[in-house]
Each structure stands twice: as structure tokens, then as C-alpha cells.
């Protein structure tokens, strides 16, 4: 049974976390991607509402530090996956890091330089829209806020969250420490200065395990996504909204899809 959601802050967000410690957490969570791939199961659904939606365009939205795409798009052309675009967007953008995805993906990722609101994307930029991992810092009225813009705008919208806010999860979530302490080795290139705020002053450690906890208790449940999708006039949309299980792991991948109806009529 999950436990009430508490929109609880989490540091990383916070103006005032330094940014080598952020930068050390999104190192470690892409490099969780890298290694595990939680989203590979999940591809034959986005493809499938990217081709209902005749869509050959991602918009990402709160991109962090690249999201998972880099990952993604090597199953997504292993998979027989057509063409495609992905452009990154944060209300922070991170231009270092958006650059480097780009030029490994050989121009397929490109980032949008400007500030850009999930709640309120600009018009003019197109294609469907996807959230990993981040629907669950923002608050119910500010996720509807989200949903309803791209029902507004009649975009695709797809949102993935690997967290949830069940006993199990949060349990797993107050050991992930050790995660860090095993897989910040692989990370590339290596840096003095993670060592030192992994294993000399385990600062990373601490603010990943605490984030990772609160992340769970800011998750949303399947039924929570449906809720909002109805109150945001998802009505004339088709939803696919469940949880995916992964092997090995200890929970599933939840997910909510929507596209727009009339455009697969």
C-alpha cells in the first residue's frame, strides 16, 4: 500500500546545493542508466504513441544533465527504431553536458539553449514530449499544469518515473549509498574531486541516498496519473498508464502515455 505523498524538498533542486555535488549526483544516476536501462522495456510504447501521434520528434522536458537519451537511443536503433529527433530542455539548461550528448549522438540529440517551463512550452516548439524521472518534483497542480499543456497543444505526452513511494521502495532507497560507492569507479572521465566527495568526505553518497528517499515519497501511483490526466481534459486523449516490471529489480517502472485521439482516429 504506498504511503501519503509528502512533497518533501530535495537538495539537489535547491539554488544553494553546490554544484559539484548536483554534478556528482546526475553523474551517478546516468551512469545508473548506462548500466541498467530501465527505460529499454518500455521503447515499444513510445514508439508505438510516436507513430499514432505521426511524430518523429521528442521534446524533452526537465533534461537535467542529458536524461536517459544517450542510453535510449542505442536501443532505440538496435530495436529497428525509425528516424529521430531529441531536442533537451530544462528550465536550467546544462549546456556542457547537453553538448557533449549531442556530439555522441551524432546531431540526433539537440539541446534548446533558453529557459523552457514544462508547465508552459512555447508553441513553436514542436514534437512529442517526454518526462524520465521527473514528474515527481513538482507538486499535483503544477503535474496537471504539465499534462495540461500538452492536451492544450494537443502534443503526445509520455512521462516515466523509476521511484515509487511504496514501503519496499523507500526502504531500497535508504541503502543506495552503496550504489554510489560501487559505481562511481565506472563513471568516466574521473574526477579527483568525486573521489574525494565519495570516499574521503562521502557528501555524494549522503545527498543521493537523502534525495533518493524523498524522491520516493514524492512519487505518484498509476491511479494519481489518471487522476490528473482527467482533470487536465485527457478525455479526448488515449492513455496507457500502468507499471512495467524489471527484472531484478525490486520494483516496477511506472508510466503514463497519452495521445491525442483524433490524430489515430
Known amino acids: 500500500m504506498p504511503q501519503r505523498r509528502l512533497h518533501l524538498f530535495e537538495i539537489a533542486d535547491q539554488s544553494w546545493c553546490p554544484r559539484i555535488l548536483r554534478d556528482g549526483l546526475t553523474d551517478y544516476l546516468r551512469q545508473l542508466e548506462w548500466v541498467f ?4 522495456l518500455l521503447l515499444p510504447r513510445l514508439r508505438a504513441a510516436l507513430a499514432r501521434c505521426h511524430e518523429e520528434r521528442v521534446l524533452d522536458l526537465c533534461s537535467g544533465a542529458g536524461g536517459p537519451w544517450l542510453p535510449l537511443l542505442s536501443s532505440w536503433e538496435k ?3 525509425g528516424p529521430l529527433e531529441v531536442r533537451l530542455s530544462d528550465q536550467r539548461p546544462s549546456p556542457e553536458s547537453w553538448a557533449q550528448a549531442a556530439e555522441a ?13 514544462a508547465r508552459n512550452v512555447p508553441k513553436e516548439i514542436l514534437g512529442f514530449r517526454t518526462l524520465f524521472a521527473a514528474f515527481h518534483h513538482f507538486r499535483p497542480e503544477e503535474g496537471l499544469e504539465i499534462i495540461r499543456d500538452a492536451v492544450r497543444q494537443k502534443r503526445g505526452i509520455a512521462i516515466f518515473e523509476v521511484t515509487q513511494r511504496t514501503p519496499r521502495a523507500i526502504f531500497v532507497a535508504c541503502f543506495v549509498w552503496l550504489l554510489v560507492l560501487g559505481f562511481t569507479p565506472l563513471i568516466r572521465p574521473v574526477k579527483l574531486s568525486r573521489l574525494v566527495l565519495t570516499y574521503l568526505i562521502p557528501l555524494i553518497p549522503a545527498l543521493v541516498t537523502f534525495d533518493g528517499i524523498v524522491s520516493s515519497l514524492r512519487s505518484y501511483t498509476p491511479d494519481e496519473f489518471g487522476e490528473l490526466a482527467r482533470q487536465a481534459g485527457g478525455d479526448s486523449y ?15 517502472t511506472v508510466y503514463a502515455i497519452g495521445t491525442p485521439r483524433f490524430l489515430h482516429e
Not at 549522438?105 to 517551463?117: A, F, L, N
Not at 488515449?238 to 516496477?252: C, H, Q
Request: aromatic share 14%.
Open 238 to 252: 488515449d492513455w496507457e498508464i500502468g507499471e512495467m516490471p524489471y527484472p531484478f529489480a525490486p520494483f516496477p
Open 79 to 81: 530495436s529497428g527504431g
Open 105 to 117: 549522438s551524432h546531431g540526433v540529440i539537440r539541446p534548446i539553449p533558453q529557459p523552457i517551463d
Open 37 to 40: 536501462r530501465p527505460y529499454d
